[in-house]
C-alpha cells in the first residue's frame, strides 16, 4: 500500500471514528445549507409592534416612576388648545355651529 | 408615516419568507447536494426559480421604523439617517453621544 493511499484510509477510519465527513475530494454536498438555521422568525419581528410603540413613547423616567403614559406631543396638542380657546377660536358648541344656525333659519 | 404601502409591502415579503423557508431550505440543500440525482437537483432548481423573489430572505430591504425609508438605514437601531440624528441629539437612544474633540 503506497503511502498516499495509506493516509487515505487513516483518514476514512478516524472520520469514522469521531463521527465527522469523510469527503476526500471536496465535493459539494451543500451541508453548510443545513448548518444555516432559519432567520425568518427574526425577520418578521424587525418592525414594532403598537404596544412596543408605545413603549418606546413613555420615557424611561416615568416608566420608573409608574406612570403608565406620558405623551409629549398629546400635551402640545393640549395646550395649543387651550390657547386657542383663551382668544376666542376654539371649536363651537353643539348646535352653535354655522350649520346649525342655518338650520335654524330655514324653520 | 410617509411610506407606508412600502413598509406594508416589506412586511408581507417578510410574512412570505417565514412561509416559504423550510421548502426553500429543502430545494436548496437538494439542488447544491452534488451527490444527489441530477434530475432531483434540476427539479428543486426549477421549484426554487419558481418561489416568487420576495420569499427569498437576501431580497428584504431594512426600512426605517419611524419614517419608512428605505436609504441610509442604522441597522442597530432600525432608523434612518435622519430619524437617528434627530433621536440622538434628543438623548433617545442610550450610550449614542455627540462627537466633540
Known sequence: MSQAARRLKVAEVAARIFGNVF?????????????????????????????????????????????????????????VVERRRARGKGAPKKGEGKRAALAKKKR | MRMRSRVLRDIKAREAVVSQELKRTVWRYLSRNTAMDPRVRMQAQLALSRTPREASPSAIKNRCIATGRGRGIFNQWKLCRFQFRLRALNGDLPGVDKASW
Open chain 1, 23 to 79: 469527503n476526500p475530494t471536496g465535493a459539494r454536498q451543500g451541508n453548510y445549507i443545513l448548518r444555516q438555521g432559519f432567520r425568518g422568525e427574526h425577520m418578521v419581528r424587525y418592525y414594532p409592534s403598537k404596544q412596543e410603540q408605545n413603549m418606546g413613547r413613555v420615557s424611561r423616567i416615568s416608566r420608573l416612576l409608574g406612570q403608565r403614559f406620558y405623551d409629549p406631543d398629546e400635551i402640545d396638542r393640549l395646550n
